[in-house]
């Protein structure tokens, strides 16, 4: 007989409480690996920010466009390398549920300051000789099917009307934290366009995308860009693109922080069912250790019988939990509106994390019992009625 | 016969409170090697304290306690627990088996405290459970043995380390009068057969006329000795 046959065989003493415990494990670490992917998935937009990008917008908010003539000024500030823009277009393609980031951009330049977006030459190249065309992520040809020569419609909201586009190019993501969910189409088409509709929107960008030479001269750039555009009629604000991504992610930071705050709030509720679990089966079990000890068991096995029978119904419900967060990590993404998030995964920190704490419960969760059990002296364990 | 046991002027209280209760009082006492000896007297006399205090699961408040020629009065707890598991077998009045594990490996439970193999280990619990009638019930758990069996596989795993000393408390106190006969008749034969000695704490006067010598407590005093 070994110990580990022991140890499960009390384990298994009280088969139901067991399987609840290592049942509320489960769901809290499930729980856990969901708020955390999440949390992470929402956090990696920034980690994924280039660090020799800037993006310039309008002073006031990032709803309000910038002047395209400014393209030029800013390319002749000292340390940049190359300037693109981009401008939010919004519309509904298909269904108002199909989100993804659709965005008319400057097709000469967006692919030389966005080279994690991978396209090949020929498609670049047929991209940019036609004017109605588009280049999606490989993502959203997968999700929807689309080829290229397919025609995808728009149906405009901030630019009315309905807005045809040819696929002439589908982009990869260099690395699994590239957004691969965006639709990018010329800007020059929207606004030939918006001159016979709407002469009053014309020859505005919604940002600039600033590549620079040194990413250590960010700030100084930044400034000088800036400068450039004091006491005009649309100042500018230019910041890294991290700095500018981490400002929409801070507008959800009360939500994050809750999330995060509730992860680990989960992890602490069910650290007290287990340990309630164990100190329960120790109390229980209170004659059978002064057995042990009376046979000549001592301090290690004892704390060894009680430390393993913890670590296993953590390890087991952490296990199953983490391998059932995968399936219901895919599911809750096939439930949530296609391109909410640009990707969504685990995260090998994610698992690292709900697998230490797993680990961690099991081992807080016997401290008490393993005191108890050892200050406990043979004779009042004799002596115990529980 | 040499002395196993010397018990040289114990005292020993329990604190309840802030009120200290004496148990025992000076007592002394020897023990022979091969001797089977019962403990007797009423409830409180300091009985199971004393067998306690042979058996170095407690400790004297005074005096000396030498079991084969080591004073386990003043050995550190985890040489104790070193002590007990290669001296002294316990025999429970409640049995105390752990009910998760088949009779084999409750008996089996001291060895692994030895350095022996598998095997060896096998040898020797089939050989004690042979001998005290369980050979056929091996693989039963105690819920599935009658109190008799369970005190028969409590002795077994009492004697499968070969111990020196054989310390019952009240062994046959939860028995019917039949169990309770093979229960002694077994504690007697583990005397004269394996040369045990056995210190065996008892109410029972029949219990204790299958002893050598009968030793009276009373408010914890040796008395008639």
């Known amino acids: ?386 | 016969m040499s002395e196993l046991i010397q018990v040289q002027n114990v005292s020993k209280s329990y604190w309840r409170d802030s009120f200290e209760i004496p148990v025992l009082n000076n007592l002394s006492l020897s023990v022979k090697q091969g001797e089977f000896m019962a403990l007797m007297g009423p409830s409180g006399s300091g009985k199971t304290t004393l067998l306690n205090l042979i058996a170095g699961i407690d400790k004297p408040s005074s005096g000396k306690v030498f079991v084969s020629g080591t004073e386990i009065s003043n050995l550190g707890e985890s040489s104790l627990a070193k002590w007990r598991a290669n001296n002294i077998g316990f025999i429970f009045q409640f049995y105390n088996l752990i009910p998760v594990l088949t009779a084999f490996e409750n008996v089996e439970l001291p060895l692994l405290l030895t350095k022996l193999s598998k095997e060896e280990r096998k040898k020797h619990v089939e050989n004690v459970l042979n001998i005290v009638g369980l050979g056929n019930h091996m693989q039963h758990y105690p819920k599935q043995l009658s109190g008799g069996q369970e005190q028969r596989v409590a002795i077994a795993r009492a004697v499968v380390t070969d111990p020196v000393l054989l310390v019952a408390d009240e062994p046959t106190g939860d028995l019917d009068r039949n169990s309770a006969t093979e229960i002694l008749t077994l504690l007697e034969r583990l005397n004269k057969e394996f040369n045990k000695t056995i210190v065996m704490v008892t109410h029972d006067p029949h219990a204790a006329e299958r002893a050598s010598v009968v030793r009276h407590l009373e408010k914890g005093d040796l008395v008639g000795a």
Request: with cysteine.
């Open chain 1, 1 to 386: 007989m070994k110990v580990f046959k022991l140890i499960f065989k009390n384990a298994l003493r009280h088969k139901l409480r067991t399987f609840l415990t290592i049942l509320g494990i489960m769901i809290a670490v499930i729980a856990f690996g969901v708020l955390r992917t999440v949390v992470t998935i929402w956090d990696s937009s920034v980690d994924a920010a280039s660090a020799n990008r800037l993006i310039t917008r309008q002073s006031v908010s990032f709803i309000f466009p910038l002047p395209y003539a400014y393209k030029e000024k800013i390319k002749s500030v000292p340390g940049v390398q190359d300037v693109s823009f981009a401008n939010w277009f919004g519309g509904v393609y298909k269904d108002k549920n199909n989100f993804f980031a659709r965005l008319a951009v400057d097709a000469e330049t967006i692919f030389d300051v966005m080279p994690e977006f991978l396209i090949t030459p020929e498609e670049l190249e047929a991209f940019k000789k036609e004017r109605n065309s588009c280049v999606i992520g490989a993502d959203i040809a997968k999700q929807y099917n689309i080829k290229l020569g397919d025609v995808m419609t728009l149906e405009g909201d901030i630019y009315p009307g309905r807005w045809d586009f040819i696929v002439r190019g589908i982009y990869r993501p260099q690395n699994k934290n590239t957004d691969d969910t965006q639709m990018l189409f010329h800007w020059q088409y929207v606004d030939e366009r918006m001159k016979i509709e709407s002469p009053a929107r014309t020859g505005l960008v919604g940002w600039y995308i600033v590549e620079i030479k040194d990413p250590n001269k960010s700030a100084a750039i930044s400034n000088q860009i800036d400068a450039l555009f004091k006491n005009s009629s649309a100042e500018t604000k230019t910041e890294t693109e991290k700095a500018f991504t981490q400002g929409f992610v801070a507008a959800s930071s009360a939500i994050i922080t809750a999330m995060n705050l509730m992860s680990f709030v989960i992890i602490g509720i069910i650290m007290l069912v287990l340990a309630n679990t164990m100190v329960m089966a120790a109390r229980e079990r209170t004659r059978e250790y002064a057995v042990f000890k009376t046979l000549g068991f001592s301090t290690f096995h004892l704390t060894g019988l009680i430390l393993g029978e913890s670590l296993l119904i953590s390890i087991l419900g952490g296990g199953i939990g983490i391998a059932l967060t995968y399936p219901i990590v895919a599911g809750f993404e096939q439930a949530m509106p296609k391109g909410f998030f640009p990707f969504f995964y685990i995260e090998p920190i994610t698992t690292i994390m709900a697998l230490s704490a797993a680990i961690l419960i099991g081992i807080i969760a016997a401290v008490f019992p393993i005191h108890r059990t050892l200050k406990t002296k043979i004779v009042e364990g004799f002596r115990f009625v529980g």
